[in-house]
């Protein structure tokens, strides 16, 4: 069984920050890549941004240059660094993990930006 745990949500004003981390624990066995994804009402879930073990980074186009995705191996434990929040960055942020052995997801974290 592999748990992930999420924190870092909140409520925010435009143009502020935030920063989400995930906590992988458990059975965790080879894993390729972690990373956040994210839901809005009424709206698909999207990538936002993902990373290997290896460090290569992958980021939704929308989002690049505002949101940096970081991971600390040793802990298991991926960050979301997100700056100049928009309105309509307002979601649910859920935490990925992509193993081997299968794929596993947070509970997650509200985001919401408004002043």
């Known amino acids: 069984q592999v748990e992930l745990v999420e924190s870092g949500g909140g409520l925010v004003q435009p143009g502020g920050s935030l920063r989400l981390s995930c906590a992988a624990s458990g059975r965790i066995f080879s894993i390729y890549a972690m990373g956040w994804y994210r839901q809005a009402p009424g709206k698909q879930r999207e990538l936002v941004a993902t990373?290997?073990?290896?460090?290569?980074?992958n980021y939704a186009d929308s989002l690049k240059g505002r949101f940096t995705i970081s991971r600390d191996n040793a802990k298991n434990t991926v960050y979301l660094q997100m700056n100049s929040l928009k309105p309509e960055d307002t979601a649910v942020y859920y935490c990925?993990?992509?193993?081997?052995?299968?794929?596993?997801w947070g509970q997650g974290t509200q985001v919401t930006v408004s002043s």
């Open positions: 990925n993990l992509a193993s081997y052995l299968g794929e596993y």
């Open positions: 990373i290997t073990s290896g460090g290569s980074t």
